[in-house]
């Protein structure tokens, strides 16, 4: 069996292109039965977080899966083959596997050494083992590539300082009103990205925090224990004439604020300065809304300018976790060969067959 990657992330598309590719967890089953019928992969798991789309695909013959994956993803977005082929990245093994791990640990994220990444692999391997997608092989890979995350985490530094998106976006928000304490705040998602951001609003001294999520019940749970308000998503359109600061991080395959709501609150507000920051993927703001006067509206890709500082402090960690993922590498692909090894008839045995 070979280990074939294809996908795309935040430095090879835009966020105009991999919201087009993104995967809900509801579609996972159907996009796994596909990738068996169409594609005639053996094991498979997908990845699809703000930042990248990555399917990972075991296949007892190499030739011609890289392209039947990109025609897949291409038929999934709507996308000319042609105008996705640049975009896309392959790996076969080891790069691949490396690949893996890097991004596990949070090498290949736009935050340098972020912490959010490795719960996003986590529940992507467990939404495709839950789907029957993963055999003998992607069950140790995943698993062996976790451990080298956390292993990475323990061992360095790559996780000092700004490590997650959510703190980012926190960061920014600084940057157009500078001091978050007595601002308003509006949180829509209650997510893992999404309570990161609640924890570092209210590490901010942000007092007047309000929460909007698809589950109530997690909203309130979430609001208890940093003592934020709870609020049902339909008073949306209200709470945008308080709040000074919008963040959104859902799952909503379409927008939750159009530009008109926008543009409607702005006349109420007397055009007082509304900053948005979307970290959602799809995007869960329109983003001509950023057009508007007095709008400042940001989505996750235009979080680049302000990691840059912390990935420099946190660059020297970086050849020491890599020493650490090639040593895991390493591990599992002997561990493999092995197994390969095992599972092949010997010489003899092929002789002796009738």
Same mark, same amino acid.
């Not at 159009?258 to 703001?285: F, S, T, W, Y």
């Not at 890599?322 to 895991?328: E, P, V």
């Given at each position: 069996?070979?280990?074939?990657?294809?996908?795309?992330?935040?430095?090879? $598309?835009?966020?105009?292109?991999?919201?087009?590719?993104?995967?809900?967890?509801?579609?996972?089953?159907?996009?796994?039965?596909?990738?068996?019928?169409?594609?005639?992969? &053996?094991?498979?798991?997908?990845?699809?977080?703000?930042?990248?789309?990555?399917?990972?695909?075991?296949?007892?013959?190499?030739?011609?899966?890289?392209?039947?994956?990109?025609?897949?993803?291409?038929?999934?977005?709507?996308?000319?083959?042609?105008?996705?082929?640049?975009?896309?990245?392959?790996?076969?093994?080891?790069?691949? %596997?490396?690949?893996?791990?890097?991004?596990?640990?949070?090498?290949?994220?736009?935050?340098?050494?972020?912490?959010?990444?490795?719960?996003?692999?986590?529940?992507?391997?467990?939404?495709?083992?839950?789907?029957?997608?993963?055999?003998?092989?992607?069950?140790?890979?995943?698993?062996?590539?976790?451990?080298?995350?956390? $292993? %990475?985490?323990?061992?360095?530094?790559?996780?000092?300082?700004?490590?997650?998106?959510?703190?980012?976006?926190?960061?920014?928000?600084?940057?157009?009103?500078?001091?978050?304490?007595?601002?308003?705040?509006?949180?829509?998602?209650?997510?893992?990205?999404?309570?990161?951001?609640?924890?570092?609003?209210?590490?901010?001294?942000?007092?007047?925090?309000?929460?909007?999520?698809?589950?109530?019940?997690?909203? $309130?749970?979430?609001?208890?224990?940093?003592? $934020?308000?709870?609020?049902?998503?339909?008073?949306?359109?209200?709470?945008?004439?308080?709040?000074?600061?919008?963040?959104?991080?859902?799952?909503?395959?379409?927008?939750?604020?159009?530009?008109?709501?926008?543009?409607?609150?702005?006349?109420?507000?007397?055009?007082?300065?509304?900053?948005?920051?979307?970290?959602?993927?799809?995007?869960?703001?329109?983003? &001509?809304?950023?057009?508007?006067?007095? %709008?400042?509206?940001?989505?996750?890709?235009?979080?680049?300018?302000?990691?840059?500082?912390?990935?420099?402090?946190?660059?020297?960690? %970086?050849?020491? &976790?890599?020493?650490?993922?090639?040593?895991?590498?390493?591990?599992?692909?002997?561990?493999?060969?092995?197994?390969?090894?095992?599972?092949?008839?010997?010489?003899?045995?092929?002789?002796?067959?009738?």
């Amino acid at each position: 069996m070979h280990i074939i990657l294809v996908g795309v992330n935040h430095r090879s $598309a835009p966020i105009e292109l991999r919201e087009r590719l993104a995967f809900r967890r509801e579609q996972l089953p159907e996009a796994f039965d596909r990738l068996r019928e169409e594609v005639g992969l &053996s094991e498979a798991a997908i990845l699809s977080t703000c930042n990248r789309v990555e399917i990972y695909a075991g296949v007892p013959e190499a030739d011609g899966t890289v392209a039947r994956l990109r025609r897949f993803l291409s038929e999934r977005g709507g996308i000319e083959p042609a105008g996705l082929a640049e975009r896309v990245y392959h790996y076969t093994e080891p790069q691949s %596997v490396r690949h893996l791990f890097s991004v596990v640990s949070g090498l290949d994220s736009m935050v340098l050494g972020e912490g959010e990444i490795v719960h996003q692999v986590k529940h992507a391997y467990e939404w495709a083992k839950h789907c029957g997608a993963t055999g003998k092989v992607f069950n140790v890979l995943f698993q062996r590539a976790l451990n080298a995350a956390k $292993a %990475v985490r323990a061992q360095t530094g790559i996780g000092c300082g700004r490590t997650s998106i959510g703190t980012v976006a926190v960061a920014l928000s600084e940057k157009i009103f500078g001091r978050l304490a007595g601002r308003t705040v509006l949180l829509i998602g209650i997510g893992k990205i999404g309570e990161l951001t609640l924890k570092r609003l209210a590490d901010r001294g942000v007092r007047d925090i309000r929460l909007m999520n698809r589950s109530p019940e997690r909203a $309130a749970e979430a609001a208890a224990r940093y003592r $934020a308000t709870p609020l049902p998503l339909e008073r949306l359109q209200e709470e945008l004439l308080e709040a000074d600061i919008v963040i959104t991080s859902t799952g909503a395959p379409g927008h939750l604020l159009c530009r008109a709501d926008i543009e409607q609150a702005m006349r109420k507000r007397h055009q007082r300065p509304l900053c948005l920051v979307d970290l959602g993927v799809p995007r869960n703001i329109e983003p &001509s809304a950023g057009r508007l006067d007095n %709008v400042y509206r940001f989505d996750v890709d235009d979080l680049q300018g302000v990691v840059e500082h912390g990935h420099r402090a946190r660059q020297e960690a %970086v050849d020491q &976790s890599r020493l650490i993922i090639d040593h895991r590498v390493e591990r599992f692909l002997s561990w493999w060969r092995e197994d390969l090894e095992r599972c092949e008839p010997s010489p003899s045995a092929l002789a002796a067959a009738p």
